[in-house]
């Protein structure tokens, strides 16, 4: 293994961990803010179903980041990779310091971007991946939120003759089953990008052949990115879920319940077509609908455009973080 690509791979661990530590605690964001599972609880069981999100749901989502530049084999490609996480770690520790939830799968797309404009020009783009990409951003943020808003005024309507403790009771197992659900759509998502680098990683030094066809990640690759981020996620999650569940909105058992399963199967269903989405934009928004279900004073929007305002800066700031990175280190090594 080449001194680049241990730096390479050394920094893809960095992002999962990063990861873990300011974005897998969306997951359990709410599951911990209307008190059914103790933090600690809800990231241990988060780390296993966030393992079984990658495990069981195949690599569509990774095939398409692997694909949104063209990376060459060697030392380019290897440069290309290591930029992007530079931005991502850089990028994502900044925005944590101020409590603020970024997506890291937007920084990992915007890095690679940048990247590759440094290296190819325009050229590195694979405009069908991209436009996926763009695709994602609509389901995370307009369909995040209008499912939320909706699904969870049905949610209501289909409980208005339960008892009060009657209906507290499923709603405090329903969001066990919720969460725990975003965990594993969570695993799905962020755990194949990344464990998907990490593998073009090896693939583009040489460690293992070139992918032809569909990516068959290796179980060890698994496992270690699953560890390293259920590590980053009980070191560092506490401010994340303080900002989402508590801050911006608070929110009853079945609303809860319903941004959960909202925001779950909207990434399932993006999942299955190969389209990567932000799993912070999409849980926050399906709480902001679900707390707006109640009036729209019930959010807030002080904190939520905070948000806003860090999710769309990301993209243009990663991508001159990638492409800053990216002509620095190819101007020290080619």
Request: proline share 2%.
């Amino acid at each position: 293994m080449t001194p680049l690509l241990l730096f390479a791979v050394i920094l893809v661990g960095a992002s999962v961990f990063v990861n873990g530590w300011t974005d897998a605690p969306n997951a359990i964001a709410t599951v911990v803010s209307t008190r059914v599972l103790h933090p600690r609880l809800a990231i241990f069981l988060g780390a296993i179903f966030n393992f079984l999100g990658v495990f069981l749901t195949g690599t569509a989502v990774a095939m398409t980041t692997a694909s949104i530049v063209s990376i060459d084999s060697g030392t380019a490609g290897l440069i290309t990779l290591a930029s992007a996480q530079l931005a991502i770690v850089l990028w994502s520790v900044s925005a944590w310091r101020f409590g603020i939830p970024t997506s890291e799968s937007h920084a990992l797309i915007a890095g690679l971007m940048g990247a590759g404009i440094s290296l190819n020009g325009f050229d590195a783009f694979n405009w069908d991946s991209i436009e996926k990409v763009f695709w994602g951003l609509f389901i995370s943020s307009v369909v995040g939120f209008v499912f939320g808003l909706y699904g969870t005024k049905l949610v209501r309507f289909l409980s208005l003759r339960a008892r009060r403790r009657s209906a507290n009771r499923f709603f405090s197992k329903g969001q066990i089953v919720s969460a725990m659900l975003m965990a594993y759509t969570h695993g799905a998502q962020d755990g194949q990008k990344f464990m998907g680098v990490m593998y073009l990683a090896l693939v583009v030094g040489g460690v293992y052949p070139a992918i032809e066809g569909k990516m068959t990640i290796p179980l060890w690759i698994m496992v270690l990115c699953s560890l390293i981020m259920a590590i980053g996620t009980s070191i560092g999650g506490y401010r994340i879920i303080k900002t989402m569940g508590l801050d911006m909105v608070r929110l009853e058992k079945y609303q809860g319940f319903s941004a959960e399963i909202v925001a779950s199967f909207s990434m399932l269903a993006a999942t299955k077509f190969g389209i990567p989405l932000s799993t912070t934009n999409t849980k926050a928004t399906a709480m902001m609908g679900a707390g707006a279900s109640q009036g729209i004073d019930k959010v807030d929007w002080d904190i939520a455009k905070e948000m806003g305002l860090a999710w769309i800066l990301t993209f243009p700031a990663c991508m001159a973080l990638g492409f800053i990175f990216a002509s620095v280190i190819r101007s020290i090594l080619i």
